[in-house]
């Protein structure tokens, strides 16, 4: 079952990663912030049920930052960009 949660939670985050990649899903887009959410956050609970601290470390950021990108966009704001 451990398995499969991991599983779940990386096809969560790889496939809005890859589309965007491809061009196919902007990475501001709320469907790829909040797959990323999602993702990130299976993966993290998932590791800190195992005490896997590093990939807590990764993946509690990632939930983080993509949680504050929704928020933002929900807000109807754009997130700021790097210039």
Known sequence: MEQTVQIIGSILVLIPFALAQWGRLNSRARSYLLLNLCGSA?????AAFTAQWGFLLLEGVWAVVSLTGLITVLRGREPSAAH
């Open 42 to 46: 299976i993966l993290a609970t998932q």
